[in-house]
């Protein structure tokens, strides 16, 4: 991870007309590595994601530093952010089936993407737009193309974001949660993909994700999250020697195969945990 | 209140015509009473569509759906409510944008006459982990795990005797997956509730589940017990490699 693509320091975000901040002072840096983000549910990952993009209208967002390459991302224009956003940062929703348009075929917005980015025929867009919904497993990829959003499968509109993501070859991906409705065989296989991005195209990789094993095998360093705060970084293959006691919780609340099925283990959230720094 | 379900040559077809294609060929399976019973497979393999016709919500099948011996078509629809509710996979588009999560909590209990209704609601919200002062937010001011947890909050209510959950817990951090999944399992100790459940965990399924079917392209490959997953007992080929890599993705084997 000798170039940094991504440095972010003391990032904070207030929602319009709440009280309090969603994103309390984060801070990292991003190589051309695989950063892992997991945490509670609501502790502002989906929200750290959505303000490196710009995609938070209504909200403040204030860091000492928000810097993509050599780009200052908050004294761009919205018209430079045009640049940037999709072609040369892209983010993988969280809700597929919500970012998609409800009233057009899957695969004219895959398309799009692409004649978006690049000049070329529509004919040639389409093709594209199969092959890299083939490249993602997509069975019938033909007939799939010409579905609309509502009559697609969950794993599908993952995949079809995933592909989107993929024909505009950005430097920068921020993955939120984007293989959670993937059967095990099928993630690998998709997981496989994104890994050769980072490691044949030198792209930097941010993956939210409540997939503990996921980000254990996959990632390379992983930032866990509480309350808008970053608690503890750890190397992803030292995440079993966490010292923070919210991730030790997450460790110990996983399901396992062949276990007791006894209760599983809850957290008792502690106030002092809203209040310390990583 | 305990229901069974019987499920016979469930099949289905989207399209019209040359461009009809069979989603689902004839789908057989049952699940006792008080049963949890998993549905896991290929993603695009039929899954949600099965709990989508179970629940009605698809219409145009046809077979047989019976529940405690009874058709679910012959259910009038206040009781079908009453006995069945369902969480969907992407709670976004289950929820209405302008409403409220108070009125989609209250909604049902209007429907229903239910009495207490404040009371029920503070409860349901509850249970799931939210704050109370979350009945006042709209689902777009709402993370993705918080949206999945007021969809289980709807769903449970009504207390149905069964419930069709279609990946309840995948947009949840481990921590809230616990809580939930330990809420579940005492509200079938206590309340004897049938659970269908969609899920890519196999772990989930080990823990939580009596037995599971393994989906495939539209079909039933095999139904297998739980204790089946551990030492990869299954015979049908698609089964073996899906429970397989669960294990090496657990780091298992
Ligand atoms: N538009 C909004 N207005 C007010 N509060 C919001 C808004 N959007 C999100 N929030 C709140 O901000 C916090 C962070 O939300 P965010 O979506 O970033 O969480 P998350 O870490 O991605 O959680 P999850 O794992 O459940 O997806 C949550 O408590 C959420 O309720
Ligand atoms: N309304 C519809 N019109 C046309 N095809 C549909 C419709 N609904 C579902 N399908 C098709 O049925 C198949 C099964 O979809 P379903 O959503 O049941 O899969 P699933 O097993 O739940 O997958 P996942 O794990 O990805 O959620 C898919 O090929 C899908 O495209
Ligand atoms: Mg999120
Ligand atoms: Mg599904």
Not at chain 1, 231 to 246: G, M, N, S
């Amino acid at each position: 991870m000798e170039k940094t693509i991504l440095d972010v320091q003391n990032l904070r975000i207030r929602y319009g007309g709440s009280t309090t901040e969603a994103v309390r002072g984060v801070s990292f840096t991003l190589g051309r590595e695989r950063l892992g983000i997991v945490g509670e549910s609501g502790s502002g990952k989906s929200t750290v994601g959505r303000a490196l993009l710009r995609l938070l209208p209504g909200a403040t967002i204030t860091a000492d530093m928000l810097r993509f390459d050599e780009v200052d991302l908050l004294s761009l224009s919205e018209k430079e952010m045009l640049k940037v956003r999709g072609r040369r940062m892209s983010m993988i929703l969280q809700d597929p089936k919500f970012s998609l348009n409800p009233i057009r075929r899957v695969g004219d917005q895959v398309a799009e993407t692409y004649l978006r980015h690049f000049k070329c025929s529509r004919r040639e867009a389409h093709e594209k737009a199969v092959a890299m919904l083939e490249a993602v497993k997509i069975r019938d990829a033909e007939r799939v193309f010409k579905q609309y959003p509502h009559e697609i499968s969950g794993g599908m509109g993952q995949r079809v974001m995933i592909a989107m993501m993929l024909l505009a070859d950005p430097d920068l991906v921020i993955a939120d949660e984007p293989t959670s409705a993937l059967d095990v065989t099928v993630r690998l296989q998709v997981l496989t993909i994104l890994d050769s991005l980072v490691r044949d195209r030198g792209i930097g990789l941010i993956m939210i994700s409540h997939d503990l094993n996921l980000v254990r095998n996959f990632c390379d360093r992983v930032l866990i999250m509480y309350a808008g705060k970053v608690v503890e970084t750890l190397k992803a293959v030292e995440l079993d020697q966490a010292r923070h006691p919210y991730t030790q919780g997450l460790l110990a609340a996983q399901p396992r195969i062949g276990g007791t099925r006894q209760p599983l283990a809850v957290l008792d959230r502690r106030p002092e945990w809203l209040e310390e720094n990583a | 209140m305990s229901v069974s379900v019987e499920v016979r040559n469930l099949s289905i077809s989207f399209g019209a015509g040359a461009h009809a294609v069979k989603v689902l060929p004839g789908v057989t399976f049952s699940v006792e009473r008080g049963e949890c019973f998993g549905l896991v497979g290929e993603s695009g393999s039929g899954k949600s569509t099965v709990l989508r016709c179970l629940s009605l919500l698809t219409d145009f099948w046809s077979g047989e759906v019976l529940i405690d011996g009874r058709s679910v078509r012959d259910m009038p629809l206040i009781e079908r409510c009453r006995t069945l509710q369902m969480v969907f996979q992407d709670p976004y588009g289950s929820l209405h944008p302008r409403q409220s999560v108070r009125t989609v909590l209250n909604e049902p209990l209007v429907i229903h006459k239910l009495g207490d209704r404040e009371e029920r609601m503070r409860r349901a919200i509850t249970d799931v982990g939210l704050p109370i002062s979350f009945l006042d937010r709209f689902p777009h001011q709402l993370s993705g795990g918080q949206r999945q947890r007021v969809a289980i909050a709807r769903a449970l209510i009504l207390e149905p005797s069964l419930l069709l959950l279609d990946e309840p817990t995948s947009a949840l951090d481990v921590s809230v997956q616990a809580e939930i999944l330990n809420l579940l399992q005492r509200l079938r100790y206590e309340r004897g509730f049938t659970y269908i459940m969609v899920t890519h965990d196999l772990a989930v399924v080990d823990h939580m589940c009596d037995r599971f079917a393994v989906m495939l392209r539209g079909e039933v490959t095999e139904i297998l017990p739980h204790e089946a997953i551990a030492r990869n007992g299954a015979s049908h080929p698609y089964a073996r490699e899906l429970i397989g890599a669960s294990l090496d993705y657990e780091g298992i084997r």
